[in-house]
């Protein structure tokens, strides 16, 4: 059986990214509803959250709306790909402070 709200997702998620083949929906069941985790093309990132995270915002309120419809509790996370802008960061700042330490 399709659930029709990861058919959904998955639907207009594809159409927003360049790398459609590369969008992976995981669908986990607590006892606080339903979570969408999200994995996209590292370079398809930037179109999936949109400016100040509008487009993942919006995305996260059609998705609780066609939840409610089917009755489900539904969230979104959208996962950091491998090598993302903020492991990047990440790693930079932990060789900054080695750096530091090592100073003192």
Do not use: C, W, Y
Request: proline share 3%.
């Amino acid at each position: 059986m399709n659930d029709p709200v990861v058919a959904f997702l998955e639907t207009t998620i594809k159409a927003l990214v360049d790398n459609p083949n590369d969008v992976k929906i995981n669908k986990t069941i607590d006892e606080m509803g339903v979570l969408m985790t999200i994995d996209v093309n590292g370079e398809d990132m930037g179109k999936l959250i949109g400016k100040k995270g509008a487009t993942a915002n919006s995305i996260r309120t059609l998705l609780r709306t066609v939840g409610m419809k089917h009755n489900q509790r539904v969230n979104m996370k959208i996962s950091e790909p491998a090598g993302g802008r903020r492991s990047v960061e990440s790693a930079d700042m932990d060789a900054a402070i080695a750096d530091l330490k090592s100073d003192m």
